[in-house]
């Protein structure tokens, strides 16, 4: 099965300021988005529910240090990227 993924502007503006920053992480966060649209579940993601004032999304890893939040909508098949950056930053 196969996800769809929505790139809102206020996203995109996230990620060109993330991938300015830290361009040595382009190609593991390129692998990872190409791995969350084929299969979100995938355990080297390391998918999980998010608390408190962000319990509506979930969190996946890009790797120990970055992470990507997203509104993920299992009903509609779509991953909506809300935020990146670093543990601390985005939580």
Same mark, same amino acid.
């Given at each position: /099965?196969?996800?769809?993924?929505? #790139?809102?502007?206020?996203?995109?503006?996230?990620?060109?300021?993330?991938?300015? +920053?830290?361009?040595? !992480?382009?190609?593991?966060?390129?692998?990872?988005?190409? #791995?969350?649209?084929? +299969?979100?579940?995938?355990?080297? $993601?390391? $998918?999980?529910?998010?608390?408190?004032?962000?319990?509506?999304?979930? %969190? =996946? %890893?890009? +790797? /120990?240090?970055?992470? =990507?939040?997203?509104?993920?909508?299992?009903?509609?098949?779509? !991953? !909506?990227? =809300?935020? #990146?950056?670093?543990?601390?930053? =985005?939580?």
């Amino acid at each position: /099965m196969s996800y769809k993924l929505l #790139i809102t502007d206020s996203y995109l503006k996230k990620l060109k300021k993330f991938l300015k +920053n830290h361009p040595d !992480i382009f190609d593991r966060y390129a692998k990872t988005i190409e #791995i969350l649209e084929t +299969n979100p579940y995938h355990p080297s $993601l390391r $998918l999980h529910k998010l608390q408190g004032k962000l319990c509506d999304f979930h %969190s =996946v %890893s890009i +790797n /120990m240090n970055y992470r =990507v939040i997203i509104d993920f909508i299992i009903r509609d098949n779509e !991953i !909506i990227p =809300v935020d #990146i950056g670093t543990h601390d930053d =985005v939580y």
